[in-house]
């Protein structure tokens, strides 16, 4: 079965502070893995996406990995900031049909 | 930039009436997409629409929803008889021909409140 599962589910860091969010996947066979911001009450926003033959890509603070032999991404965000508070969603999409696989989110907050 | 659109932002509804969610996707996107997100919960896939056509439907996605493209612009998400467990984020989805590579675009989600 398709799955996405991340981790951690919330997690809380200071102004400042570096934070990885996790995404484990089953979803085969493998297209993409997308990381998406969501802020409260709205639509999802893409921040990356990686391909079976990426292992890294940044997008400024943003630094995305993808280990396609284990299944697993990861979001390094660097000197967070406030408006870094938001759920992060990973979404993997495979090479079959026309589907998206959502993950369940990370919701991270950042305080002062 | 163009971006996708939903109205209304908020519908609330009694128990068993129908609500229609309208969507406006991007004009030159061909795949479009309904999701549901419960509050507190994971974004859930609904359907998938391409060509005219549902493309591919999850479980949740059963005969108490349809979806239509009536006019070439917009991408309406109907669902008769709504039940309390029907409350929810709706947001719909539009991206580019081809591979799943290309990004969805999300609109900014209608929230149903069904009481």
């Known amino acids: 079965k398709n799955q996405v599962e991340q981790s951690p589910q919330s997690l809380i860091i200071l102004e400042g502070k570096n934070c990885t969010l996790q995404?484990?996947?089953?979803?085969?066979?493998?297209?993409?893995l997308r990381w998406y911001k969501q802020d409260t009450g709205r639509g999802p926003v893409s921040l990356t996406i990686?391909?079976?033959?990426?292992n890294t890509k940044s997008n400024g603070r943003y630094t995305a990995t993808l280990d396609a032999d284990t299944k697993q991404s990861s979001l390094h965000i660097t000197a967070s900031q406030l408006s870094d508070s938001a759920s992060y969603i990973c979404?993997?999409?495979?090479?079959?049909?026309?589907?998206?696989?959502f993950g369940t989110g990370t919701s991270l907050t950042v305080i002062p | 930039e163009p971006e996708v659109t939903q109205t209304p932002s908020h519908q609330v509804t009694q128990m068993g009436q129908e609500v229609i969610l309208r969507c406006v996707p991007i004009?030159?996107?061909?795949?479009f997409y309904w999701y549901r997100q419960i509050l507190g919960q994971k974004v859930e896939f609904l359907v998938s629409?391409?060509?005219?056509?549902?493309?591919?439907k999850s479980e949740i996605f059963d005969d108490q929803f349809s979806v239509e493209r009536p006019d070439g612009s917009n991408f309406t998400l109907k669902i008769r008889s709504t039940k309390l467990e029907d409350s929810a984020m709706y947001f719909c989805?539009?991206?580019?021909?081809?591979?799943?590579?290309?990004?969805?675009?999300f609109g900014p989600g209608t929230r149903l409140t069904v009481l």
């Open positions: 989805a539009s991206r580019p021909s081809g591979t799943t590579y290309n990004e969805q675009f």
């Open positions: 995404c484990n996947y089953t979803v085969s066979p493998f297209s993409n």
């Open positions: 990686m391909t079976f033959s990426e």
């Open positions: 979404v993997v999409s495979a090479r079959t049909g026309n589907q998206f696989y």
């Open positions: 004009s030159n996107h061909l795949y």
């Open positions: 629409f391409y060509n005219n056509e549902i493309s591919e």
